[in-house]
């Protein structure tokens, strides 16, 4: 299995403004993903970033708008840019290991 | 396409046996997991299921593979209060990583 932490666990943060969520994994790994949850939703993936290249973006989901970095086998960052209220969401960081993918706790994210 | 349907709200008796389905419609996939969220939590990788197979059994947890009908089940034996909780199935799309959600089914157990 993994450790996954992120930071920060939760924020509230006013529209127009941007917010990075960082996450840490115990152990080094290939493949990191980002997931948004929306309230009372299921998941979905924004992003896969891999250490080394440019990150792979889902339908939906834009660089400008969520820029990711992936500097080493052990970290990634998201932002969510120039925020508004439909942002208001827990986002996920999640790693795989042997066919399993591990969740980290998520940031819950407010925007006034 | 993408779809992953389950039903959202299943109500138990405590020490009563749960069963939670899941259908999907992507043949290629490979894996089939189940999550466990419990409120204000990340989600929890329960168990997962190889698409080869048909059954994998872990502790309270049995999990079902009908792959000709895209149907998975979870079933949790002696159901307690602590399992109380949002339980997501998900699928890896095309066999890749890329992970696949239901909308999750709240489980509430009763006394």
Redesign the interface.
């Known amino acids: 299995s993994a450790v996954i932490s992120q930071k920060p666990s939760r924020d509230i943060c006013q529209r127009g403004t941007s917010l990075t969520i960082q996450c840490q994994v115990d152990s080094q790994v290939t ?1 990191m ?1 980002w997931y948004r949850q929306q309230p009372g ?5 924004i992003a ?1 970033a891999n250490q080394g290249s440019e990150a792979t973006y ?1 339908s939906g989901f834009v660089i400008d708008k969520f820029p990711i970095s992936r500097p080493n086998l052990t970290f990634s960052t998201l932002t969510v840019s120039n925020m508004s209220p439909e942002d208001s969401s827990i986002y ?1 960081c ?1 790693v ?1 290991i042997v ?8 940031t819950r994210l407010t925007v006034l | 396409g993408e779809d992953v349907e389950q039903s959202l709200f299943l109500s138990v008796r405590e020490g009563d046996s749960s069963v939670i389905n899941c259908t999907y419609t992507d043949s290629s996939s490979t ?1 089939l ?1 189940w ?1 466990k969220q419990e409120p204000g ?5 329960l168990t ?1 299921i ?1 698409s080869n197979m048909d059954m994998k059994q872990d502790q309270r947890l049995t999990v079902l593979l009908n792959k000709k009908d895209k149907h998975l089940s979870l079933r949790i034996a002696d159901t307690q209060t602590g399992d109380s909780a949002i339980y ?1 199935c ?1 699928e890896n799309h095309g066999g890749y ?3 696949i ?4 089914t709240r489980l509430a157990v009763h006394p």
């Open positions: 493949m993903f939703q299921s998941l979905t993936l896969t889902e996920l999640s795989e066919n399993e993918q591990f969740f980290g706790p998520g | 894996y997991y999550y939590a990340g989600l929890q990788l997962y190889f997501f998900a990583n890329k992970l959600f239901g909308a999750g």
